[in-house]
C-alpha cells in the first residue's frame, strides 16, 4: 500500500508521526509531502520536519496512491483548509474510490465538502459545526465508514494508524501489529 501524507505547517507533531510510525512498521510505502511549496515545514511544537516531497512534485502522480492521510493541528485549519488543491486532492482520492483517513481537526476538510453526508464520523469537538451532513460521534477516538477513517484527537494516533491496517489487511494483522506495539509479541 501507498499511502500520500499531506501536511502545511504547524500540523499536530503526534498526529503525523504515530500513523506514520505504525505504517512504516508494517512496511507500507508513505510519502510525507508538503503543501507549503517547500520540503521543511514547522509543527504544532515548532520542530522542523523535512518532508518526502513537495506537493508540486505529485499532484499529477495521484493514481499512484491508495490512500490519502491528512493530520491535524492548527495547519489543517488555518493552512490547508484555504488551499484548493487540497479540496482537490480529496475529491480524485473519492471519486477513484481510494481510502480517505484525516484526524483531529483535519476529518472537518473533507466533511464540509460534504462527504461524510450518510455517514459515520468522528472529529475533534467544535469542529463538527462545519461539515455538511453525517453522524458525529463525539465519544468514540476513531470511526471507519467505507473508504473514510476519522479520528477525533492525537490521542488516538496509534489506534487510528492501526484502524488503517485493519481496513486494507483484516483484524488479525491489525492485532499482531498491535501485540508488537505493545512488545508483547
Request: glycine share 8%; with cysteine.
Amino acid at each position: 500500500m501507498k499511502i500520500l501524507v499531506l501536511v502545511g505547517d504547524y500540523f499536530e507533531d503526534t498526529e503525523l508521526i504515530s500513523p506514520v510510525d505504525v505504517w512504516k512498521r508494517h512496511d507500507e510505502i508513505v510519502e510525507v509531502v508538503s503543501m507549503m511549496g517547500r520540503k521543511n515545514v514547522t509543527s504544532k511544537c515548532l520542530f522542523p520536519i523535512e518532508t518526502n516531497l513537495t506537493f508540486e512534485e505529485i499532484e499529477n502522480k495521484l493514481d499512484q496512491f491508495d490512500m490519502l492521510f491528512i493530520p491535524g493541528g492548527p495547519g489543517s485549519f488555518k493552512i490547508l483548509a484555504f488551499d484548493e488543491r487540497l479540496n482537490t486532492t480529496i475529491k480524485y482520492f473519492v471519486e477513484h474510490n481510494k481510502v480517505v483517513t484525516a484526524i483531529c481537526a483535519a476529518p472537518m476538510l473533507i466533511g464540509r465538502l460534504g462527504y461524510f453526508s450518510n455517514r459515520n464520523y468522528t472529529v475533534y469537538p467544535g469542529f463538527e459545526n462545519q461539515i455538511l451532513g453525517g453522524t458525529y460521534h463525539r465519544e468514540k477516538g476513531v470511526v471507519e465508514d467505507g473508504n473514510f477513517i476519522t479520528g477525533k484527537s492525537m490521542y488516538y494516533s496509534i489506534e487510528f494508524g492501526l484502524k488503517v491496517i485493519e481496513h486494507f489487511y483484516g483484524e488479525n494483522e491489525a492485532r499482531a501489529l498491535e501485540a508488537s506495539l505493545k512488545g508483547e509479541k
